[in-house]
T-cell receptor, first 115, second 115 residues
Framework: GESVGLHLPTLSVQEGDNSIINCAYS??????FIWYKQESGKGPQFIID?????DKRQGQRVTVLLNKTVKHLSLQIAATQPGDSAVYFC??????????????FGQGTILTVHP | EPEVTQTPSHQVTQMGQEVILRCVPI?????FYWYRQILGQKVEFLVS????????KSEIFDDQFSVERPDGSNFTLKIRSTKLEDSAMYFC?????????????FGAGSRLTVL
């Protein structure tokens, strides 16, 4: 079942470390996955996306890995900086929806980067 | 950088009152969305809107909710008779043509508090 409420998973790292944030998605029919970053008082901000026909995609300091066998998505942040501190959400889009922007969000992980 | 703007940033209302949340999507975008986030919980899809009509809605989006694009720039969410459980952060999002832009751009959100 889903967990709800205020107890989000947390990850604390030191500045300069690499961070790995994990997400288990629910729908094996999803064809598109996105990572969003949400800073306090702001809306979700796009970080990186990946389609289901890929297993890895790299951006600037970020890498997304997709394991469809176990329905697992991860976000790797290299050389984490204090400005990376935020809540990170994974999101998925199921195949066959009529709305391409209808995303199902995960619960979120709080990343705290200590200087 | 183009952005989605939302007003008001915070609205406090009494239970049973009508509320209208406003959004100005990115100017060349064609698909518009409302999401909500109850404090400490996931971001949840409410409704998508394209070509002046709802293309998809969630079970949350009942008869108390409506959306409208009254002119060429604004996109509104109306809650006819607010309930305590409508208290949440409401995010507007937009995206361009599907073939070119799957990425949703979110606004900073409107916090609704129902007393």
């Amino acid at each position: 079942g889903e967990s709800v409420g205020l107890h989000l998973p947390t990850l604390s790292v030191q500045e300069g470390d690499n961070s790995i944030i994990n997400c288990a998605y629910s729908n094996s029919a999803s064809d598109y996955f996105i990572w969003y970053k949400q800073e306090s008082g702001k809306g979700p901000q796009f970080i990186i996306d990946i389609r289901s026909n890929m297993d890895k995609r790299q951006g600037q300091r970020v890498t997304v890995l997709l394991n469809k066998t176990v329905k697992h998505l991860s976000l790797q942040i290299a050389a984490t900086q204090p400005g990376d501190s935020a809540v990170y959400f994974c999101a998925e889009r199921p195949i066959g929806g009529t709305s391409y922007g209808k995303l199902t969000f995960g619960q979120g992980t709080i990343l705290t980067v200590h200087p | 950088e183009p952005e989605v703007t939302q007003t008001p940033s915070h609205q406090v209302t009494q239970m049973g009152q009508e509320v209208i949340l406003r959004c100005v999507p990115i100017s060349n975008h064609l698909y518009f969305y409302w999401y909500r986030q109850i404090l400490g919980q996931k971001v949840e899809f409410l409704v998508s809107f394209y070509n002046n009509e709802i293309s998809e809605k969630s079970e949350i989006f009942d008869d108390q909710f409506s959306v409208e694009r009254p002119d060429g720039s604004n996109f509104t969410l109306k809650i006819r008779s607010t309930k305590l459980e409508d208290s949440a952060m409401y995010f507007c999002a937009s995206t361009g043509e599907f073939s070119g832009a799957n990425v949703l751009t979110f606004g900073a959100g409107s916090r609704l508090t129902v007393l």
